[in-house]
């Protein structure tokens, strides 16, 4: 059984193949894993799984290539749900288990296997997503691409917390945990944002996406590497061992934690000095007056606000007493531009709102009185000066002598009037004598 599963430590005294070690156990240790529970065998069950999701191949690489141009899509629309999509897929999260198992038990031929897999996948990765954004015509900062540009100590909890408890899905086999995993810690949007930087000429959205990954991949793998060594991977491992890997996975990850607490702080700072603008912006406003947009950037050690007031009445030096007022708080350098938009008040709005339901109606008017002597002047039986037009009263008064007309003319405009009366039923369309036409053309507008 030991010789089919690559990576697994020696079981029941049978040397492992596929590992870096041939790791034995004497019959004092396989009595001790009996009285457990003799897991042995699922421990090394376990491991074949990892090492075969460790593996490169065709498959692997289809599925890096899939997600990755799912989440550069999505990055570039700001959809979250498309890029959660691609999370779900995660082809990468089996080479880092693999690091992390590899480094619990020692086994250098897992160890380097996953490496690799996991270089070439991330290669790959940052490959097809620069394609994909350089052949976009939207290469727009989206809010989904900004928030994989500072990362922070909350992702690196967030990436332990997610580590530990895929290596549990792992070996409890709750493939629905996994999912979670993979949402929580992503791989693929960071290096989608790597791709995006290096583009568009943006190296700190670079280095930040690159952070972001860095970070999950190491929190992944060292938790699979503590909760591997926790349940008895790797038992011939010597106490020298257990130091140099505790030691080794904290010097990283604290290491790791010096740009992830500036980022943090920065973040702070920016969180802090957004609520004490908006403090006093609402002491500075009048009543009534309300902030639309606000916007708090932290640029080095200065501060600069961008925004847009409501106001009734403007405000002026608005912008300098509030950067006063900021400097003397924060002791800061401020810059401020607050744009002042004048609010529409009831009144207003209802004038407006009559005025253009007024318009509509002239509007409408117009076009019916177009209409209606189109379908009157049709082939020529009433001549164009003998409709008579008010399209305030709606009326319409046809100059007509039926006499001259003869009876089959004077029917045939009868018909024509009667069907531009049934297409327009709300105006009033009639007959008028030719002798009536210096009074009618008096009040009628044309």
């Known amino acids: 059984m030991s010789g089919d599963h690559p990576g697994v430590p020696g079981i029941e005294g049978t040397p492992f193949s596929a590992g870096g070690r041939r790791a034995t156990r004497d019959e004092s240790e396989d009595d001790k894993n009996a009285a457990a529970g003799g897991d042995a065998h699922g421990r090394s069950l376990i ?3 990892v090492a075969r999701d460790a593996r490169l191949d065709t498959k692997f690489l289809l599925l890096v290539v899939m997600a990755t141009a799912i989440a550069t899509l999505g990055l570039l629309q700001g959809s979250a749900p498309v890029v959660i999509g691609a999370m779900l897929v995660s082809p990468l999260l089996g080479p880092i288990m693999g690091i992390g198992f590899g480094l619990a038990t020692i086994e250098s031929n897992l160890i380097k296997r996953s490496l690799v897999t996991l270089a070439a996948g991330t290669l790959v990765a940052i490959v097809v997503a620069a394609l994909i954004i350089w052949l976009s015509p939207i290469q727009d900062v989206t809010p989904e691409i900004r928030a994989r540009t500072q990362p922070t100590l909350i992702d690196l909890g967030v990436a332990v917390v997610g580590g530990i408890a895929g290596v549990y899905a792992i070996m409890r086999k709750f493939s629905g945990v996994m999912v979670g995993v993979a949402i929580a810690t992503a791989l693929l949007p960071p290096l989608s944002t790597v791709a995006f930087g290096i583009v568009t000429g943006r190296p700190d959205f670079a280095i930040g996406g690159g952070l972001l990954f860095l970070t999950n991949t190491l929190a992944i793998a060292f938790s699979a590497t503590i909760v591997a060594r926790l349940n008895k991977f790797g038992p011939s491992l010597t106490p020298q061992h257990t130091v140099m890997q505790v030691v080794g996975i904290v010097a990283t990850l604290g290491i790791l934690s010096i740009p992830l607490a500036i980022s943090f702080n920065n973040i702070v700072r920016e969180i802090r000095a ?11 406003l009048a009543r009534g007056d309300r902030v639309d947009s606000l916007t708090v950037r932290m640029e080095g050690d200065a501060i600069t606000v961008d925004g847009v007031v409501l106001v009734d009445r403007f405000a002026s030096g608005l912008n300098d007493t509030l950067a006063a007022r900021m400097r003397a708080r924060l002791d800061r350098d401020v810059s401020i ?3 002042q938009l004048r609010k ?7 004038v407006e709102e009559q005025l253009s339901s007024r318009i509509a109606t002239l509007e409408t008017r117009d076009a019916d009185s177009g209409a209606i002597l189109a379908a009157l002047t ?4 009433v001549p164009r000066e003998r409709v008579l037009i008010d399209a305030q009263a709606r009326r319409v008064v046809v100059q007509r002598d039926r006499e001259a007309e003869g009876e089959r003319v004077a029917a045939a405009v009868d018909r024509v009037m009667a069907s531009a009366q049934a297409a327009h039923p709300q105006w009033l369309i009639q007959n008028g004598a030719l002798s009536d036409a210096a009074p009618e053309e008096a009040a009628a507008t044309p």
């Open 344 to 350: 529409q008040s009831n009144a207003a709005a209802q």
């Open 337 to 339: 531009n607050l744009a």
């Open 274 to 284: 957004r609520t004490a603008v908006q403090s006093e912006l609402d002491r500075l």
């Open 378 to 381: 049709v082939g020529g039986l």
């Open 47 to 49: 491991l074949a799984s």
